[in-house]
Each structure stands twice: as C-alpha cells, then as structure tokens.
C-alpha cells in the first residue's frame, strides 16, 4: 500500500507541483538510513523557537547554518556535517546491536 501511496503522490507533485511555505524547513534525504536523522531536523527545525538549544549544540549550528539554503543544499551539507555524521552513525550502530 505504502509504494502504491508513495507513486501516486510523486505523480501529482509532478502534473501539478507542490508549494511548500517558506517557513517550513525541509531538506531532501540522500544519505541511506538517515530518515530518522532527517526527520529530527525536519522536527527541531521547525519547531526551534519552541526549543533550548545548548550554546555548543551541533543541531543548533547546523539548522541555523543551513536556514536560507535550498533543499537540496541542504542535503549536501548535511552530507558534510562532521559532527552530525558522527551522532547519525553512532545511533544507528546502536540501533542495530539493539535489534540483534
């Protein structure tokens, strides 16, 4: 059912487009197992000024140095995110140790 939703929908967004609001922060997913990872920062994002961000807080650096870029811009920056990179790859190990 899911793949069959998923195609539909890709189909309207491409006969008709799709507008997304300015304010609403969105990046596209690249990185393989990161839907976890991309939908914290598509949470946190937009919800930051609801949010207490520590001062050193690499989430809070990466959405306020991502905020004007595109989507995928976004994504490519996010791909080369050192301490984003190390906090996805460290979870997702646990994740699977959790799960064996």
Excluded: W
């Amino acid at each position: 059912a899911l793949p069959i939703f998923r195609a539909e929908e890709e189909a309207k967004i491409k006969a008709h487009g799709q507008d997304v609001e300015s304010s609403v922060y969105f990046m596209t997913q690249t990185i393989r197992n990161a839907c976890g990872t991309i939908g914290l920062i598509h949470a946190v994002a937009n919800n930051k000024d609801k949010l207490t961000f520590e001062s050193d807080s690499a989430l809070k650096k990466f959405i306020e140095e991502s905020l004007l870029m595109n989507p995928e811009e976004r994504a490519k920056f996010l791909e080369k995110d050192e301490s984003i990179r190390v906090t996805h790859e460290s979870s997702a190990q646990e994740g699977q140790i959790g799960r064996a």
